[in-house]
T-cell receptor, first 114, second 111 residues
Framework: GAGVSQTPSNKVTEKGKYVELRCDPI?????LYWYRQSLGQGPEFLIY????????DSGLPNDRFFAVRPEGSVSTLKIQRTERGDSAVYLC????????????FGPGTRLTVL | QKEVEQDPGPLSVPEGAIVSLNCTYS??????FMWYRQYSRKGPELLMY????GNKEDGRFTAQVDKSSKYISLFIRDSQPSDSATYLC???????????FGKGTLLTVNP
């Protein structure tokens, strides 16, 4: 079946604008994760959903970042008033359960804030 | 000090060499240890997954975990040019589902 998909693959925006990044997990995966990967760094955890609810949002850097998963499948990461420091690759991953089992990653959305 | 330390390299080896990649960590609560491979402009792909201490082998890849030293390793035997990628170590405490990654080591295998 299809893997994790993310859209758009690239997003260029201006400082201060609002952006939405979308993640389609593997069908049947109940757990969904968002990570952010800056250049030359490993991915850093942002938020984890189990079903529709955010089970752990401790990695969101500030209140400009918000994520939803209203039907327990597709998730959207929303960033308000973007800043140049938000430029990074935003990765989404999904897994069968919330345990430490394999997380399947999507290709990421490369966000550039000018 | 970061929870997970990984030498970013770069590491360049000839085809057929044995490659050793390592990470150290400071959080003794980590129970699950993983190695991911990431090709340029792609998402990470899981290579090896280990629970607790010990060795695990899968084809040309061997993962080792030494919890007493807080040290994990990935060995690649008979390395191939197609192994050229960034290798990321990742860890989890288990019931806390987020992964904590190292910076990644960029490996180039030269034909």
């Amino acid at each position: 079946g299809a893997g994790v998909s993310q859209t758009p693959s690239n997003k260029v925006t201006e400082k201060g604008k609002y952006v939405e990044l979308r993640c389609d997990p593997i069908s049947g995966h109940t757990a969904l994760y968002w990570y952010r990967q800056s250049l030359g760094q490993g991915p850093e955890f942002l938020i984890y959903f189990q079903g529709t609810g955010a089970a752990d949002d401790s990695g969101l850097p500030n209140d400009r970042f918000f994520a939803v998963r209203p039907e327990g499948s597709v998730s959207t990461l929303k960033i308000q008033r973007t800043e140049r420091g938000d430029s990074a690759v935003y990765l989404c991953a999904s897994s069968f359960s919330g345990g430490a089992t394999e997380q399947f990653f999507g290709p990421g959305t490369r966000l550039t804030v000018l | 000090q970061k929870e997970v330390e990984q030498d970013p390299g770069p590491l360049s080896v000839p085809e057929g060499a044995i490659v050793s990649l390592n990470c150290t960590y400071s959080n003794s609560a980590f129970q699950y240890f993983m190695w991911y491979r990431q090709y340029s402009r792609k998402g990470p792909e899981l290579l090896m997954y280990t629970y607790s201490s010990g060795n695990k082998e899968d084809g040309r890849f061997t993962a080792q975990v030494d919890k007493s030293s807080k040290y994990i390793s990935l060995f690649i035997r008979d390395s191939q040019p197609s192994d050229s990628a960034t290798y990321l170590c990742a860890m989890s405490v288990g019931s806390n589902y987020k992964l904590t990654f190292g910076k990644g080591t960029l490996l180039t295998v030269n034909p």
